[in-house]
């Protein structure tokens, strides 16, 4: 079996004088490629067809759907939906990663409160395999529960998620305020004047774990019924380092739509799983990795330099992964960005800045719908009428 190549020929289209114009995957994706254009200029014709181009030449392609466009009407590809299919595991994620992904914003000393709960429900879940309890640290001996976190080193990190508001409450034990203190427990009573103050925070937590769309996403409970669910980041390890019999992997995160940070922050998840993986693994395999309108995903609460599309787009090519990303106006992205595509696919632009950002000599505010130029360092195509993709 042939192995793809960097040397792959990518079709895009036609010159207007019908010449066939076609970029070698390294010289169109190595270097990532942004194509760029307003609504209606072609964009999304311009994604599919390279889609199409790698499908055929069995290069591997992770296609981010935020809208579930893709998966309708893109041929060849394995989808799963987060959310029905697909989950995102977060048992190995510290507190501050959860509170990250979730959109909370919480003060220091109840992300270490947050963190005990973890503990504290990874230790009863060694205990009570599979039975889904919270650990009541009243009257709890130090040293039984020390004893249980060096146990704790020996076993998985699985545990109830779904319990961890209800776990909360119990790491606001303290001792006695009187005479009576034991301070041989980790504590006598709760602290409930700390639990009225964070109590807003922990009915937020209580109630996104209760979201019966939340506990799909997140796997916090067994699902109904009979459809199983595959962990995603699973299910990338497994389609980015083996051959995919010239087939896209879809990942439908549409069930997200109405949660845009928490969409953003998944995707930021997923994007840093893929390099991790890669980096940890020996296969340098090219993979592309797909997402439409990726101005919209992009960090707002946190700095740029947590993003996992930043990371991927900084640290990406040293393993074989390269970004296709698609925006209305480049200048919608931060410059940090901009910066890491040494190739861009542009269609009609009608802002006089956005113009003249590119140096080109082609009248690209006058480019036909499914007309493009593309840029690759200080050189420029001629005007590409972009091959119609046809399911």
């Known amino acids: 079996m042939n192995l793809p190549s960097n040397n792959a020929k990518i079709y895009l289209g036609k010159s207007v004088n019908n010449q066939p114009i076609s970029a070698s995957y390294a010289d169109l994706m190595a270097q990532h490629l942004l194509v760029v254009g ?86 009863q879940n060694m205990n009570y395999p599979g039975q889904a309890k919270t650990l009541t640290k009243l009257n709890l001996k130090i040293s039984q529960y020390q004893t249980w976190q060096r146990k704790l080193a020996l076993f998985g990190h699985d545990y109830p998620l779904h319990l961890l508001a209800e776990q909360l409450i119990q790491e606001f034990v303290v001792p006695l305020a009187n005479e009576q203190a034991d301070y041989s427990y980790l504590g006598q009573e709760l602290d409930h004047q700390a639990i009225r103050h964070y109590w807003p925070q922990i009915l937020a937590l209580q109630e996104l774990l209760g979201n019966p769309l939340s506990s799909r996403i997140f796997h916090l409970s067994q699902p109904n019924g009979q459809v199983v669910q595959y962990d995603l980041s699973f299910i990338l390890s497994k389609f980015e380092n083996s051959l995919n019999q010239k087939r896209s992997l879809v990942l439908n995160l549409s069930n997200l739509q109405s949660y845009p940070h928490i969409q953003q922050n998944v995707i930021s998840f997923l994007m840093d799983q893929i390099l991790y993986q890669r980096i940890n693994s020996t296969c340098r395999r090219p993979v592309a990795i797909v997402i439409d309108e990726a101005h919209r995903y992009l960090p707002v609460n946190q700095p740029l330099a947590q993003s996992g599309i930043f990371h991927l787009l900084r640290e990406g090519r040293k393993f074989s992964l390269s970004l296709l990303m698609s925006t209305q106006s480049s200048l919608d992205i931060p410059a940090q960005l901009r910066g890491q595509f040494h190739t861009r696919l542009v269609h009609n632009l009608q802002t006089k800045e956005e113009v003249e950002h590119l140096p080109s000599s082609a009248k690209l505010d006058q480019l036909k719908v499914g007309q493009a130029v593309l840029f690759r360092q200080n050189n420029q195509s001629p005007v590409i009428n972009i091959q119609q993709f046809n399911r």
């Open 38 to 123: 307003q609504t209606g200029s072609g964009k999304s014709t311009s994604l599919k067809q390279v889609i199409n181009q790698l499908q055929g030449h069995d290069l591997t392609n992770i296609i981010f759907d935020p809208t579930g466009e893709y998966s309708q009407d893109l041929p060849n590809c394995i989808t799963y939906t987060i959310g029905q299919n697909a989950f995102v595991d977060l048992t190995n994620q510290d507190a501050r990663q959860l509170l990250v992904l979730w959109d909370l914003d919480w003060p220091d000393f109840l992300v270490k409160k947050l963190q005990s709960a973890i503990v504290a429900l990874r230790i």
